[in-house]
C-alpha cells in the first residue's frame, strides 16, 4: 500500500470517529465537519440532509443523560476520490441515572468523496440491525433502512454503485 | 516499521474482518477466503477443517434472523509468513424479531500464515468468554475452546507455538 | 502521514490494547509496562499511583472470574513527545458461571508521553460513561471521572493542557 492510500484510509476512519466523538460530546459542529455541506442522511425516523438532520438529531440527543456510539469492524473499499465504508457500531442511549436502557447494534454504510483534498461523507445509510431496551416500549415505531443477508443489504448497493 | 509490515498488518486484520462481513451477510465463499485450504477451526461445538466448518455453520446462522460479530481489540504478533493474532468480539444473534437475544463474548485466535503472498487462517481458536441470553435455556451444552487467565490460555499456546 | 507518524500512532494504540490483554490475562506486568513508572490513575474508586493502582486492581480482578475489556473508538491528538489518546471500551465482568454480570461503558482518556523512545500512559481518567448489573445493587458507590457533554469532559481537559 502506498503512504497516500494509506493516509486516505486513516482519514476516512477518522471522519466515521469523529462523527460519533461530535454525537457523544454534543458538539453538533464536529458532527457537520464529517459531511459534505450536501451531504444526504438516511437514518431510522429521519431521511435528507445534512443541515436537516442536525435540526433533527440534536432536541432527541439533549433529551437524553448521554449517548455512547462505540465503532467497531471497519472495511473499505477504496476507488481513488470515492469510498464505500462499512462501520459496525453499537449506541447506548442513557436516562440521567447512567444506567444503560437502550442499545442498538448498526452498520453505518458510507458513500465517502474527497473534495478539495478533503474526505467527508456524501451519503449514509445508518442500517439498524438489532435493538435492546431495558424499557419496554420505548423504542418507538420509527422505519428506516434495515440490514438484509442477500445482495439488497445497503452495503452491496453501495458498493455496487462504486464499481 | 516498514511498509512491508504494515501491508502485513493490514491484510492479516482485514482477513478477520472480512470472515465477519461473510458470516453476517451469509456469504460462504467470503468465509471461506478467509482460511486456507487445510484451515482448522476450534468452535464452541466443533472442531475440524475449514470445509467440515462451513457444512456446520452455514444451517445454524439460517435459522437466525441475523447475526453481528463486532470485532474489537487485534493485536498481533508477526514473524515472517506467520502470525499470531487476537481479536477481540462480541456476537449478537437475534430471531426474526430484530430483538437481541442471545450474545457472546469471545476472542479469536488465529495463527496465520502466509503462502504465495496471501494471508489466511491456518488455524484458528474461537474462545468463548461469556454468554448471555434473554431465552434462558437457548445456550446448549456444547463445549469448546474457554479463556483462562493464566499461561494455558490459547493465546499463549498459539504464542509460544509461533516463537 | 509520515512513517514516523505511523510509527507513534501503532505505538500509542499498542499501549492500550496491552493494557487491556494484561488486565484480562491478570499479567500484572504487562499492565505495568504500559504506564512510565511515575505515571498516575484517576478510577472509579481509585486516584493515585501506578504501583498503588496495581495492588488496588489486583485482588479485586482475582475475586471475578474473568474480564473481558473491549476496545473500541481510539483518537489521537499527537504532538511531538506527547499525544491525547480517547479510546472507548466496555467492559464485561464475570462471576465464576461465566454469566455476563456486570458491564460497564467506559473511555480513557490518556496523556501519553515518549522518553527514551517508548511511548507509555504519563495519566489515565478512566472515565465511566455507564454501567448495566444483572445483580442489582453490585455496582457499589465509589467514586472517579465521569463523562460530560459539554468542554469540562475529561477529554477536553486532557487536550487543554497538551495544546
Given at each position: 500500500?502506498?503512504?497516500a492510500?494509506?493516509?486516505?484510509?486513516?482519514?476516512?476512519?477518522?471522519?466515521?470517529?469523529?462523527?460519533?466523538?461530535?454525537?457523544?460530546?454534543?458538539?453538533m459542529?464536529?458532527?457537520?465537519?464529517t459531511?459534505?455541506?450536501?451531504g444526504?442522511?438516511?437514518?431510522?425516523?429521519?431521511?435528507?440532509?445534512?443541515?436537516?438532520f442536525?435540526?433533527?438529531?440534536?432536541?432527541?440527543l439533549?433529551?437524553?443523560?448521554?449517548?455512547?456510539?462505540?465503532?467497531?469492524?471497519?472495511?473499505?473499499?477504496?476507488?481513488?476520490?470515492?469510498?464505500?465504508?462499512e462501520?459496525?457500531?453499537?449506541?447506548?442511549h442513557?436516562?440521567?441515572?447512567?444506567?444503560g436502557?437502550?442499545t442498538t447494534?448498526?452498520?453505518?454504510?458510507?458513500?465517502?468523496?474527497?473534495?478539495?483534498?478533503?474526505?467527508?461523507?456524501?451519503?449514509?445509510?445508518a442500517?439498524?440491525e438489532?435493538?435492546?431496551s431495558?424499557?419496554?416500549?420505548?423504542l418507538?415505531?420509527?422505519?428506516g433502512?434495515?440490514?438484509?443477508?442477500?445482495?439488497?443489504?445497503?452495503?452491496?448497493?453501495?458498493?455496487?454503485?462504486l464499481?
Open positions: 500500500m502506498s503512504g492510500e494509506y493516509d486516505d484510509r486513516q482519514a476516512i476512519h477518522e471522519v466515521v470517529l469523529r462523527y460519533c466523538r461530535g454525537i457523544d460530546r454534543l458538539d459542529d464536529l458532527v457537520r465537519s459531511y459534505h455541506p450536501d444526504i442522511d438516511h437514518h431510522t425516523g429521519f431521511d435528507g440532509g445534512i443541515d436537516d442536525l435540526t433533527w438529531v440534536e432536541p432527541g439533549r433529551r437524553l443523560g448521554g449517548t455512547m456510539h462505540l465503532l467497531a469492524n471497519h472495511l473499505v473499499d477504496l476507488d481513488g476520490d470515492q469510498a464505500v465504508a462501520t459496525y457500531g453499537q449506541a447506548v442513557w436516562s440521567e441515572h447512567r444506567q436502557n437502550f447494534g448498526f452498520r453505518y454504510v458510507d458513500h465517502l468523496t474527497r473534495r478539495d483534498g478533503r474526505w467527508a461523507v456524501s451519503e449514509r445509510w442500517v439498524r438489532w435493538t435492546h431495558e424499557t419496554p416500549g420505548s418507538g415505531t420509527a422505519v433502512p434495515v440490514g438484509r443477508r442477500d445482495r439488497d443489504d445497503p452495503l452491496y448497493l453501495a458498493l455496487a454503485r464499481r
